[in-house]
């Protein structure tokens, strides 16, 4: 334990000393490696997660269109997802049946919400996972909208975010806006070399413009980001927080985009985009040079 918390310290160092922050991007950025490679070593077997990976959404079933958004976020991780490790609890989010049990066999969990009802006892199971589960990596997708119980989810798991971001940050705002977006990679996030090649832009619609997100993390803006960079954006469309960074050290790593649209069959030219989104979350939540 004495190694894991010298560790995490060093990490927790690295991501409030700018200057250390410059000269160490990638290693902050870890996720799945590093850090929980030595996670597995220290803690006992029966406290690590199993390999799956569970994918959550509300239940969209009433609402032709957004029941497509979620049966095509959920098809583009299904194929990337290694045999036999695929959880499908679509609807699960809606559902009075616990997920509990689901999170704690997850390596990766990948939640898809539009704008029919949720339970908030299944969104209280997810941000404790956010909260206290350092071997999780975590990508949700939440649509922006500004109809239905859409603007609901994005507060609900906006809270969530501002529960495990550093002290150092300011309080993360997300705002449903009307209107297409094509959502740019930020050439400035920690991530960007990791997004170029599969998904440079996202195609979306109806989006949550979120505040106050610091620049290196913030991974698509509306407006492209340009030197002189500043300290913080309000125009993100997706952000991650490392693992190191995500509750003090204790929380999961996190992928956040404040849309569900991008997987819309009339947005951008699908199955391309929904297929490329799975591809490149997937191997950024999972990649282990970080």
């Not at 004495?2 to 870890?30: D, E, H, P």
């Not at 799945?32 to 006992?44: C, E, I, K, Y």
């Not at 569970?54 to 969209?60: H, K, P, R």
């Not at 492209?224 to 003090?248: C, E, K, V, W």
Request: glycine share 8%; net charge neutral; proline share 5%.
């Amino acid at each position: 334990m004495r190694i894991f918390s010298y560790l995490n310290k060093s990490f927790q160092y690295t991501f409030v000393n700018k200057s250390a922050l410059k000269t160490s991007r990638k290693l902050l950025g870890i996720c799945s490696a590093g850090l929980l490679g030595l996670v597995t070593l220290v803690m006992p077997l029966s406290a690590t997660a199993q390999n799956n990976v569970l994918f959550v959404s509300s239940n969209e079933t009433s609402n032709l269109g957004w029941n497509g958004y979620v049966t095509n976020a959920r098809d583009a991780f299904s194929s990337v997802a290694p045999t036999g490790t695929f959880v499908n609890r679509t609807g699960g989010l809606s559902s009075t049946t616990s997920l509990a049990s689901d999170i704690a066999s997850a390596k990766l969990l990948v939640l898809t919400t539009v704008c029919s009802n949720t339970n908030p006892d299944r969104w209280d199971e997810v941000q404790a996972a956010l909260m206290t589960r350092p071997d999780l990596m975590v990508v949700s997708f939440v649509d922006g909208s500004t109809v239905g119980q859409c603007p609901a989810h994005l507060e609900r798991f906006t809270t969530a975010i501002n529960s495990i971001k550093p002290s150092s940050w300011g309080t993360i705002t997300a705002t449903p806006t009307t209107g297409n977006i094509t959502a740019n990679l930020n050439p400035q996030s920690l991530y960007a070399s990791t997004f170029q090649g599969v998904l440079s832009t996202i195609e979306g619609q109806y989006w949550g413009r979120m505040s106050s997100v610091p620049s290196d993390y913030a991974l698509y803006t509306r407006a492209t980001i340009t030197s002189p960079i500043p300290a913080t954006t309000d125009d993100a469309y997706g952000l991650f927080i490392p693992q190191a960074a995500s509750n003090g050290g204790n929380g999961a790593c996190l992928f956040f985009v404040a849309d569900a649209s991008q997987f819309s069959t009339t947005i951008g030219i699908q199955p391309t985009q929904s297929n490329n989104i799975g591809k490149a979350f997937y191997a950024a939540a999972t990649d282990p040079a970080g």
